[in-house]
Nanobody, 115 residues
Framework: QVQLVESGGGLVQPGGSLRLTCAASASIYRFYITGWYRQAPGKQRELVAT???????TYADSVKGRFTISRDNAKNAVYLQMNSLKREDKAVYYC?????????WGQGTQVAVSS
């Protein structure tokens, strides 16, 4: 069983930045795809960004140009650099990793954007 633990969330002013970290309990280089999702109050969970083992990235239109996903296989970590944050980015952010038929989720980290 692989555990994913997110950190780095918090309260930031509009236009500010945060860097989320997802620490995995196993080597992430084995995961075909890793990513970040978010869920705002009263809304469904949505994809924010994904990164494959082949370094292909995908971003939601709403975060393109502002967010960057990356991974450090040596540290078993996946990151989400979030810049120019907007109030609508407020949500719980979840880390996800998949390998074959196995899919893993973290417990989430809260991001709030407010002045």
């Amino acid at each position: 069983q692989v555990q994913l633990v997110e950190s780095g969330g918090g309260l930031v002013q509009p236009g500010g930045s945060l860097r989320l970290t997802c620490a995995a309990s196993a080597s992430i280089y084995r995961f075909y795809i890793t990513g970040w999702y978010r869920q705002a109050p009263g809304k469904q969970r949505e994809l924010v960004a994904t990164l494959t083992s082949g370094s292909t990235t995908t971003y939601a239109d709403s975060v393109k140009g502002r967010f960057t996903i990356s991974r450090d296989n040596a540290k078993n970590a996946v990151y989400l650099q979030m810049n120019s944050l907007k109030r609508e980015d407020k949500a719980v952010y979840y880390c996800h990793a998949a390998r074959g038929s196995s899919s893993y989720w973290g417990q989430g980290t809260q991001v709030a954007v407010s002045s």
